[in-house]
């Protein structure tokens, strides 16, 4: 049993001034602090304090993690091109504010050191190895390692093996692990959910049944919302088999709509297809319920946006939350010398798929758990509320500088 150091706060009160989309109260959830986050997380953010970040891992990765006007964000901070943003994040007297060219945009919290991350298994393997709080969301890459690393198939954005060679993780966590990880990230954190991915292994079922398993043990432990991610099985029973083990989200990541782009940076799931993901989710809709099956779609890999808007809006039509995010170039990735896609780019893309989830009925909020009920990748669930009755979303007027 790990040692819970004590603590003079109250259990629970943890990392989280604010959540996007759900306690927006008060807060300025609106086209302005959508456009600042796009902008953040396009050029990035220069920080004069310490700050957590999140570095490698699956998926896209390298992000700082902070509380923007009482929102969620990551946005990239270590970079080489964060160094020409003009942002900047800088300690005030009480606080911390953004910054560009002297004028104070928005005010900012750091995300603290997680507490828990001061504990450590019985047998001697600290929490912080086992999973991590991303804001409010306890994440872990269950298996970390992926058939397809280290070979031609390997996802060009995907950092998963970085993380395990510099010994930032352990290579597998078992379901007992991270039901204990997850005791002590809700009690002392205040996690709300917790997102489980893996590397894909090589089985029929790509590691879902696996992945399924920690998640049961997490929500078990905790009564916690889990979304688990996964890539198409190849039976797709097996999608039923994890419903069937009480999670209640699913991530199956298309990552682009684009073919010719897949191809090139994820040959692995071109071969998959995109059709064969299609076919994926419209079983883990019937599965999961409309809104709860989600798909990274990541901008700034030379896709044709017509391809992604398209793509977006028949994933949409279904009952899927496309999750669009920026492109977060990965340090010992096959694209860490790329640039995040402009901002400008990005928030096109967002006014062309919110309205359309939003005139669906789907949106952040009715996301139970993982990346699309956090959003803090991406600023699209900040325009969810900045649509009219018709589905237009009013964005500001865009410079094509
Ligand atoms: S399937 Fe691709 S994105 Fe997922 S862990 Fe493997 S290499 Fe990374």
Known sequence: MAEIPARSSQPGSGNRPGVNGSAGAGLRADAGLAHLITELQGHGLRVEVPLESRQGGAGPADA???????????????????RNSPYVLRAEDEGWGVYREGERLASAEPFQRPRFYDLSTADGIPY???????????????????????????????????????????????PQMLAEVAVAAKELDGAVDATLTTGTTATPDKGALYVARCGQAVHEATGLPVEVQFEPPADLAV??????????????????F????LARIAPAKARTGIDGYFRAWERAVAAFGEGQVSTYVILGMGEDPELTVAGCRRAIDMGV????????????????????????????????????LTARGLGAHGVAAGCARCQACSAMSLLEGSSDADGRTYL????NR
Request: charged share 15%; with cysteine; aromatic share 10%.
């Open 396 to 399: 500001p007027l865009l410079s």
């Open 128 to 174: 912080w190895q086992i999973a991590l709080l991303h804001l409010d969301s306890l994440a872990s890459t269950v298996i970390q390692t992926c058939a397809y690393w280290g070979n031609a198939d390997q996802c060009a954005f995907c950092g998963i093996g970085v993380t395990l060679a510099n010994g930032r993780t352990i290579a597998k966590k078992t």
């Open 239 to 256: 999608i039923d088999r994890v419903r069937d083990m009480g999670v209640q989200s699913v991530g199956i990541h298309v990552e682009t």
């Open 258 to 261: 684009d073919p010719q782009v």
């Open 64 to 82: 700082g993690m902070l509380w923007i006007d009482g929102f969620a964000a990551t946005v990239p901070t270590s970079a080489e091109y964060v």
């Open 321 to 356: 939350y496309p999750f669009v995010v920026p492109l977060r170039p990965t340090v010992g990735s096959l694209m860490e010398d790329l640039m995040a896609p402009s901002p400008e780019y990005c928030e096109t893309i967002y006014r062309r798929v919110v309205p359309y």
